[in-house]
């Protein structure tokens, strides 16, 4: 099955908004110095046991009048050095990809202008392995369990099936869930077609954090092993 195409998101308001509430109260930012919105993908595909990375910097006054930034000495990723890219129109870019065992926690060690050297730990949740309860049913719906954390608040599970006919679909579930486990309703079954069917998992997560003068939105992706199930009526 294809993967999803990861898209990285400079547009940050959204996620501050959304991940306040869970934020601490942080000392307030020098309205006289300019910020870096920092912004930082983690992805791991299960399947081929490889992590892909990428950052990006801004810097401005404001998030709206901020410029891309390239980061002095440049950005170090869990067990190297990340490759700097120039986008035209833009701007610098720094990217990762490695083979190896999955890490519960990743590290990103940057230069910032006025904080000097940053060292931001990422965590991302896995699901080790996952199945079903009973039947996937187009009608009953099912229940998903799987080897690993609950969802929090700011993940949620895509879900990315081809069945029988070879068509795909996908869906979306957020968290919070109590346990690990969710219930699948049968309108996001109803249309696929009876019989073998292969899913694979993708759980995400979204976290903002505000810091004086700076911004860090991290997002994470885990992608599960596909796995053969069967669609009922």
């Known amino acids: 099955m294809k993967k999803i195409p990861f898209i990285?998101?400079?547009?940050?308001?959204?996620?501050l908004i959304s991940c306040q509430t869970d934020s601490p109260k942080q000392e307030k930012?020098?309205?006289?110095?300019?910020?870096?919105?920092?912004?930082f993908y983690v992805r791991f595909l299960q399947k081929e046991n490889q992590t892909e990375a990428t950052a990006a910097f801004q810097n401005g006054m404001t998030q709206q009048q901020a410029q891309s930034l390239k980061?002095?000495?440049g950005v170090f990723f869990h067990n190297g050095n990340m490759v700097e890219r120039t986008i035209p129109k833009i701007g610098t870019r720094y990217q990762a990809l490695y083979d190896g065992p999955f890490s519960a926690t990743y590290r990103f060690q940057f230069k910032d202008p006025l904080k000097e050297k940053i060292d931001h730990i990422v965590q991302v949740n896995p699901i080790l392995n996952f199945s079903f309860?009973?039947?996937?049913?187009?009608?009953?719906?099912?229940t998903l369990t799987w080897e690993g954390?609950?969802?929090?608040?700011?993940?949620?599970?895509v879900f990315l099936i081809q069945d029988a006919k070879n068509k795909s679909r996908s869906f979306e579930l957020k968290g919070k869930t109590?346990?690990?486990k969710i219930d699948i309703a049968s309108k996001h079954l109803s249309q696929l077609e009876l019989g073998s069917a292969k899913i694979y998992l993708v759980r995400k997560q979204s976290k903002a954090e505000q810091k004086p003068n700076l911004v860090i939105l991290t997002e994470t992706e885990y992608y599960t092993l596909e796995k053969d199930i069967l669609i009922t009526p």
């Open 8 to 15: 990285l998101l400079l547009g940050i308001s959204t996620f």
């Open 71 to 73: 980061i002095e000495k």
């Open 149 to 157: 954390s609950p969802l929090n608040g700011n993940e949620a599970l």
């Open 29 to 39: 930012s020098d309205k006289s110095k300019p910020s870096t919105f920092a912004n």
């Open 178 to 180: 109590n346990a690990s």
């Open 133 to 142: 309860e009973g039947e996937v049913s187009k009608t009953n719906g099912a």
